[in-house]
């Protein structure tokens, strides 16, 4: 297997044509015989660059509409013939099959047709079947071949040839994982589009792909390896996401940006999210981002130190001051002015994502999760609540404000690791429990934080007092909503449907509570 491989013959059709004039008379300067196709042939051409037609070189038209033009023998016995391999080498010679040293091919985009809504007839066309197919024969005789699968590629193969009068080995093997990686997400984006078509939600083979964004210094833990990956599917945040400012982004940082910028998206007045280890310790809506701010740093101004913080407005100076106040590792926003960034900008090691909108909290998709010997899937919990899907269940009906501060705090709930307790008093979290194996636990644990959370801010009474309560699961016996009556809670929202709902509904109305159920649970795991 030869290691310096010199290009004599390379055959180019791309879509993509970024860099490619400078590459093809790059090659042409070379002295390399360039074969290519329609409009790639048409562009190099009219640009000075030589060009021998598929056609000319095959001797067979091109047919079909295009859809037959390098699928030939002269093109893939070119591209997969062994040079080391005298049978082979015999084989082209009797058949005058060329051989083909490089292959410059982009695929249709079948992706972006997709995504801009095109008819089923349009995105069927946009298949592409002789790219992928010439790409795989390139990239499986990688011995001989080099296959460029990507404009950047280019330039880093161009320096190569120049140093080295061809191609290495090691670099054609690490084309051809390239290629190979990007044929199965190419053929990944249409299997899932079918899929789609044909309403199958879990289709009998799931594939899933993803794009490089970044590697990590490690994962959750220094002994572990991590990289963030991108879907495609352009769903605002994270992955959208551009760093304005401050250190590199670790595995942690991401996993809870994620977590605060679905957590705010939930929220249609002004909101501010504040995430420490995946979970919300502050949530407030407010008439700006600054009052949300101080409401939500109210809830757990102790775990705030060094948390997450989303917001689903423009960052503007006066929350920039007063959320760059305390140590934060992040802060994420559909965008932010001037004024913000300036402040910001003060806090070197602060990470600043801007993601350009918010995603939308009701949209369907599917989560995938790693188990030992596969993953999980299952669709988004897209579900939200309204007071006409509420049930009324006890004597007292909740006033307006307690319905409104009941809908605040499970859309909360919905965001908290099970089970879930959170306690909510004019658009703002005062109390969180979360991630206990005991739903009494929880509420004990969220109103205990209130209480705390009040000597804080310098208050008689625990914050719990006055204010409604949300479990993102049912309360399988009166104790756990018995502790949030104890913590003050006036109204209680819960999905209902325990064998013993009749019971906690009991003891709702001896302690004077107001309650809803939902139908809908939240489990967070």
């Not at 309360?475 to 325990?498: E, H, K, M, Y």
Request: aromatic content about 6%; hydrophobic content about 45%; some cysteine.
């Amino acid at each position: 297997m030869a290691d310096i491989v010199t290009i004599r013959r390379a055959l180019i059709s791309v879509h993509d044509k970024t860099g490619l004039l400078d590459f093809a008379r790059f090659l042409a300067g070379k002295g390399v015989e360039i074969l290519s196709t329609g409009g790639t042939a048409r562009l190099l051409r009219d640009n000075g660059v030589a060009v021998v037609d598929v056609s000319d070189h095959t001797g067979f038209p091109e047919i079909l509409d295009g859809r037959v033009k390098t699928l030939v023998p002269q093109i893939h016995g070119g591209l997969l013939g062994r040079r080391a391999d005298a049978k082979h080498v015999a084989q082209m010679e009797a058949h005058r099959i060329a051989p083909i040293d490089l292959l410059v091919s982009n695929l249709y985009p079948f992706e972006a047709t997709v995504a801009k809504g095109a008819s089923y007839e349009e995105t069927v066309e946009e298949i592409d079947i002789g790219g992928p197919a010439l790409t795989r024969a390139a990239a499986k005789n990688h011995e001989d071949v080099a296959v460029v699968t990507a404009p950047e590629q280019m330039a880093e193969l161009q320096a190569e040839i120049e140093a080295q009068g061809g191609t290495t080995l090691a670099t054609r093997k690490r084309l051809a994982a390239a290629a190979f990686a990007r044929t199965a997400a190419y053929d990944t984006a249409i299997s899932t589009w079918f899929a789609e078509k044909l309403e199958q939600d879990f289709p009998p083979r799931l594939a899933a792909a993803g794009v490089l964004r970044q590697t990590l210094r490690y994962g959750e833990n220094p002994h572990q390896q991590a990289a963030f990956y991108t879907d495609g599917s352009n769903r605002p945040g994270i992955a959208t996401a551009q760093q304005v400012q401050g250190k590199e982004l670790s595995f942690n940082n991401l996993n809870d940006t994620d977590a605060a910028f679905e957590c705010v998206a939930e929220f249609d007045q002004p909101a501010i999210v504040i995430v420490k280890h995946a979970n919300p310790c502050g949530v407030s809506e407010g008439t700006s981002l600054a009052q949300a701010w101080d409401l939500a740093l109210r809830c757990d101004p102790v775990s705030a130190f060094g948390g997450i913080v989303a917001a689903n407005r423009v960052l503007d100076a006066a929350a920039a001051e007063r959320i760059s106040a305390i140590f934060t590792e992040v802060v994420v926003a559909p965008d932010a002015d001037d004024a913000a960034k300036a402040i910001f900008a003060r806090k070197k090691n602060l990470r600043l994502l801007l993601t350009g909108g918010l995603p939308d909290p009701a949209a369907p998709g599917r989560v995938l999760r790693s188990v030992s010997g596969g993953f999980l899937a299952q669709s988004r919990d897209a579900g939200r609540v309204t007071a006409d899907s509420l049930k009324v269940v006890t004597k007292r009906a909740p006033t307006a404000q307690e319905m409104a501060d009941l809908i605040f705090a499970f859309r909360v709930a919905k965001h908290v690791k099970s089970n879930a307790i959170v306690y909510a008093k004019g658009g703002s979290t005062v109390g969180i429990g979360a991630g206990q194996m005991s739903r009494v636990d929880s509420a004990r644990i969220a109103a205990w934080k209130s209480a705390e959370a009040a000597k804080a801010a310098g208050l008689e009474a625990p914050l719990a007092h006055g204010s409604v309560v949300a479990s993102d699961a049912f309360f399988p016996f009166a104790d756990g909503l018995q502790a949030a009556a104890a913590a003050g809670a006036t109204a209680v929202i819960q999905p209902g449907g325990s064998m013993r709902d009749n019971e906690v509904i009991a003891a709702a109305d001896e302690a004077g509570l107001a309650m809803v159920f939902t139908g809908m649970r939240h489990f967070r795991h």
